[in-house]
């Protein structure tokens, strides 16, 4: 299909590329860690009947690699999943009302030819319902295993979908990286919308108000941006929360930054949380949007019932979301 010649000037590797040798490194490891003498040495990759060549990196690579990921436990609402992202993070089901905003304005682009943008996508839980005749989804996520168990679950959904040898589906491409510094290569001004649910509270001011600039350069005029974010109104966040007033009132420009999650977080989730954070709340969303001269058509705190774990729930303020446009110059 007419995306798929696009694959080599994305800037990234494509996902049989980095799961092929992702078992080659992790069975280096072992060979070292156990001491064993294997019939043949891990990273001695040789042309065997199941690998092809990946023409657009020129190496080997071998396909099944995506089809031995296990797909994890079914999501469910009101439960996290840990992901595969080896610096934390959890996953859940696109119970909320941005994302769900997400999933329904793109079934108004059916048989449209629109491309639309997932970023952070997890297991697919917005992704999946998103592939739908005439629109051509863009599944980014950090973790290339992430991003198996979504070609996985795609494949097990349409059996028939026809794939290419580097696993991508004509509806369904494949962008693994870390957003916004390694997809700039990602054709400008070609998404009707895109999804960006919890990714940027991992980033810094900084980087967030870069990577909403870039956001604008993919849209398309008049293009939907999505946006879901964590606040500091969480239960087991509750002692961050003095702290967050006392930077507002000493007017810091990013008072939700933690570069110690574990001083502040309560469950002991902060184990499974990256190391610098950065919650959120409406009004400094709000400014961020108009600093980025985004129109904003929504904007609002969400109730988290039923969505999250009970013990993280607080006030109904859980999270922030927004949908905004950008018209381009």
Same mark, same amino acid.
């Given at each position: ?171 369904? /491409?494949?962008?693994?990286?870390? *957003? #916004?510094?390694? &997809? ?5 001004? $070609?998404?009707? %919308? +895109? ?106 705190? /969400?109730?988290?019932?039923?969505? *999250? #774990?009970?013990? &993280? ?5 859980? $999270?922030?979301? %927004? +949908? ?6």
């Amino acid at each position: 299909m007419r995306l798929w010649r696009w694959q080599a000037h994305f800037g990234t590797p494509t996902l049989a590329f980095l799961l092929t040798y992702n078992q080659a490194i992790s069975a280096s490891l072992r060979y070292f860690q156990e001491k064993k003498n294997p019939v043949s040495l891990p990273w001695a990759i040789l042309p065997a009947s199941h690998f092809v060549t990946d023409t657009a990196n020129t190496v080997l690579v071998n396909p099944h690699a995506i089809e031995q990921v296990i797909l994890p436990m079914e999501e469910k609402t009101g439960h996290f999943i840990e992901t595969h992202n080896p610096t934390g993070g959890f996953t859940t089901t696109p119970a909320d009302p941005i994302s769900q905003a997400f999933i329904q304005y793109a079934s108004t682009l059916i048989d449209s030819n629109s491309c639309i943008l997932d970023i952070g996508a997890g297991f697919g839980a917005a992704t999946l319902p998103v592939c739908i005749p005439g629109v051509t989804v863009f599944c980014n996520d950090i973790e290339s295993h992430n991003l198996a168990v979504i070609h996985n679950r795609y494949k097990k959904k349409f059996p028939q979908a026809k794939e290419s040898m580097l696993g991508d589906f004509p509806e369904l /491409i494949f962008v693994p990286g870390n *957003f #916004p510094d390694e &997809l700039t290569a990602l054709p400008k001004k $070609s998404f009707a %919308a +895109i999804l960006i649910c919890r990714v940027l509270h991992f980033f810094t001011g900084n980087k967030i108000q870069r990577s909403l600039q870039q956001l604008g350069n993919l849209l398309q005029p008049g293009g939907k941006l999505f946006v879901v974010c964590e606040t500091p109104y969480l239960k087991n966040w509750q002692r961050f929360i003095p702290e967050y007033e006392a930077r507002v009132q000493m007017h810091q420009e990013w008072p939700g930054e933690i570069t110690m999650p574990a001083q502040y977080e309560s469950s002991g989730r902060s184990a499974k949380l990256p190391t610098f954070v950065h919650w959120i709340t409406k009004e400094i969303l709000e400014r961020t949007l108009h600093q980025g001269q985004w129109d904003i058509s929504h904007l609002a705190y /969400i109730d988290r019932q039923h969505q *999250f #774990p009970e013990d &993280l729930l607080l006030d109904g303020r859980e $999270s922030i979301g %927004a +949908i905004a446009t950008r018209e381009h110059p």
